[in-house]
């Protein structure tokens, strides 16, 4: 049973433009949301993380949204830039992470 | 500060031969995490670890896994017997915090079975 539903599977974007990436959840136990930012050949890169006690969180240009009642949450990257392609997982829990399938985001120069 | 630092980063193996994925926390971090990562998928949790104790293992395959992280020395997840379906990447990540909160990730293991 997958714990984190992620969606899209794949984003194209254009440089400037908004990219989102959506997840949600079913355990309502879990109290912990961060997002991952991944290259090819590389470790998962802590990009941001949110607490079900706030709506939202902003980084820089990456925001993370939460809707508890919902049992989802988001990423928004303002601006997207070529650079920003990589693979975006998002994952949530407790005592240990249970993560998303993947977003793989190409921004288009 | 040093990242968490995996070795070795790939690793080939026959099928039936011993592989040895070994986790270096970054310092300060007293818990590990181990994960696994086939092509096109996400992360799946496998155990986690603290300083010379199985916390949770409710991720690791019953037989032919296992994991330490001893009072001295790096974390070390050992496969015994590996088959070809044990090809993937390995990733360990080490937090300061018990709640599995702020895990940062190391570059990951390779490990191919021919």
């Known amino acids: 049973q997958q714990q984190v539903k992620q969606s899209p599977q794949s984003l194209i974007v254009q440089k400037g433009g908004i990219s989102i990436i959506n997840c949600a959840y079913e355990?309502?136990?879990?109290?912990?949301f961060p997002w991952y930012q991944q290259f090819p050949g590389k470790g998962p890169a802590l990009l941001i993380a949110i607490r079900p006690d706030v709506s939202e969180k902003k980084e820089g240009r990456f925001t993370i949204s939460f809707n508890k009642s919902a049992k989802q949450f988001s990423l928004h990257i303002m601006d997207s830039q070529p650079g920003d392609s990589a693979t975006y997982f998002c994952a949530a829990g407790a005592n240990n992470l249970f993560f998303g399938t993947g977003t793989r985001l190409t921004v288009i120069p | 500060n040093a990242g968490v630092m995996q070795n070795p980063r790939h690793l080939v193996r026959r099928r039936g031969q011993e592989a040895r994925l070994r986790c270096s926390p970054m310092k300060g971090h007293s818990h590990v995490y181990w994960y696994r990562q086939l092509p096109e998928e996400g992360l799946k949790f496998m155990v986690y670890l603290q300083k010379e104790n199985i916390i949770d293992e409710s991720g690791m395959p019953k037989e032919r896994f296992s994991a330490e992280f001893p009072k001295e020395g790096p974390s070390i997840l050992r496969i015994q017997q590996v088959v070809r379906g044990d090809s993937a990447a390995y990733f360990c990540?080490?937090?300061?915090?018990?709640?599995?909160?702020?895990?940062?990730f190391g570059p990951g293991t390779r490990l191919t079975v021919t």
């Open positions: 990540a080490s937090s300061p915090y018990r709640e599995g909160y702020e895990q940062y």
């Open positions: 355990n309502t136990a879990f109290d912990y």
